[in-house]
């Protein structure tokens, strides 16, 4: 139980196309999801809390207006990157906790490469 | 887990060895630890939990270590295996917060 699946695992776009990532929580509900990102060779850095029905809360450093985040229902977050340049090219990844008491799942990740 | 930094540390070790992967957390606060295993390419795998009223917690083939006096965390990992090789990352949460903080991660890399 507690499946979070990405889509796309791997996206390859000019520079200046904006990107839409997808995270959905499979078997169970989740008022919130995360958004993170992860450069080569290092750890996570959380980007957003996704809230179902309200703003998402950004970390510092974070542009919203870059990194447009979408919870419209219980079992989907989106991310989509805005007029993406070759800088944001990273791996992103989205994790959901089933309840308040267990530990966030994580998907599988989306590898975003901007030529 | 503390800042992260621009180099992952490396452990190798044989096949059938004891594995120990060591983390240090800076938050004094915390009362939530957990280890993720992330192979190539793919998000974090829940590995163990632990909470802060417990100095140890045994799983299959793994036990985490709590020392809340010196804010260590550490993994064993008992009789390693090839598909144990990945990046391995603690992380920590404080009650009445929802957001995890990640260690640097440590690559484990296990030979036949």
């Known amino acids: 139980g507690a499946v979070v699946s990405q889509h796309p695992s791997w996206v390859i776009c000019k520079s200046g196309t904006s990107v839409k990532i997808e995270c959905r929580s499979l078997?169970?509900?989740?008022?919130?999801m995360f958004w993170y990102r992860q450069f080569p060779k290092q750890s996570l850095m959380l980007m957003a809390t996704s809230n179902e029905g309200s703003k998402a809360t950004y970390e510092q450093g974070v542009e919203k207006d870059k990194f447009l985040i979408n919870h419209a229902s219980l079992t989907l977050s989106t991310l989509t990157v805005t007029s993406a340049h070759p800088e944001d090219s990273s791996f992103y990844i989205c994790?959901?906790?089933?309840?308040?008491?267990?530990?966030?799942?994580f998907g599988d990740g989306t590898r975003l490469s901007i030529l | 887990g503390e800042s992260v930094g621009l180099h992952l540390p490396t452990l190798s070790v044989q096949e059938g060895d004891n594995s120990i992967i060591n983390c240090a957390y800076s938050?004094?606060?915390?009362?939530?630890f957990i280890w993720y295993k992330q192979e190539s390419g793919k998000g974090p795998q829940f590995i163990i939990d632990?909470?802060?009223?417990?100095d140890k917690r045994q799983g299959q083939r793994v036990t985490v270590l709590l020392n809340k006096t010196v804010k260590h965390l550490s993994l064993q990992i008992a009789a390693t295996q090839p598909g144990d090789s990945a990046v391995y990352f603690c992380?920590?949460?404080?009650?009445?917060?929802?957001?995890?903080?990640f260690g640097k991660g440590t690559m484990l890399l296990v030979s036949p």
């Open positions: 632990i909470r802060s009223n417990m």
């Open positions: 078997d169970f509900q989740a008022t919130t």
């Open positions: 992380a920590d949460l404080s009650w009445g917060y929802s957001t995890l903080t």
């Open positions: 938050n004094s606060a915390s009362d939530y």
């Open positions: 994790s959901a906790c089933p309840t308040g008491n267990q530990p966030q799942h």
